[in-house]
């Protein structure tokens, strides 16, 4: 029986596909929607839906050496000792972070503060609880790693919610972000927004830009993470 494709060896048939049937009448950005689908996202979906199951146990539901050949790139070069190297640590991954090879890393994030856009906080507070009680700062710290708390909003809907509204959310937000910050001794903030409104490009850039203000006035880094695509604005303009 032929053995499964790899996900690399699936994603280059897709864009093949893709490249023979790029004159049909789908436009690029839905033909190829799930190519931009961040792995993060998908897979926040599925365990928020088991978060009644709290933290999930690692060794339970995977195999470490199943999922490095699963990810596992056939194309890997070494990088040149300059260049920054992120990591994610998703919250359903348990205490996994206590194998973790902080030297090869620059930064990693803790995975994530989701937003509240009606109030500015978090919409899972048993996950920022895991965060404030986590050994991950200090485990990373030892080897000179920063650590960061993403934080994902990737609903339009809310998404607009939190942008029109920049005088009462967004500073509730703010506060809320440097106390846990503070709390664990981090050193910055993830910003993680997919799915932005058509023409809310300029909010989005001055709510960063006041998250930036305050994070450095406190010595903070913050880094965005954005979609390559925005779907929902048109592509030709």
Known sequence: EPAEPSWWQKLLGFLKL????????????????SVFNYIHQDELQYFDSL???????????????????????????????SMKVFGWHPYWMGDAYKGYQYKLLTHV???????????????????????????????????????????????????????????????????????????????????NFENLPAGYEKKLSGFIRRLKDRLTADGYLLTVSLPKLNRYKDPKN
């Open 109 to 191: 994030a803790w995975f994530a503060y989701n937003l509240d856009p009606a109030t500015g906080s978090y919409t899972n507070p048993e996950v920022i609880e895991e965060w404030k009680k986590t050994e991950l700062v200090k485990l990373a710290h030892t080897d000179s790693c920063k650590v960061l708390l993403t934080v994902t909003s990737h609903q339009l809907a809310g998404n607009k919610l939190f942008l029109d509204n920049a005088a009462n959310q967004q500073r509730t937000f703010v506060d809320s972000i440097t106390l846990l910050l503070k709390l664990q001794e981090a050193d910055g903030v993830d910003l």
């Open 18 to 33: 893709g490249k023979e049937t790029a004159e049909s009448e789908k436009p690029v950005f839905e033909k190829y929607a």
């Open 51 to 81: 978060r009644q199951l709290g933290i999930v146990d690692w060794d339970h539901y995977f195999s470490p050496d199943l999922v490095y050949e699963k990810y596992r790139n056939p194309f890997m070069t070494p990088i040149d000792a």
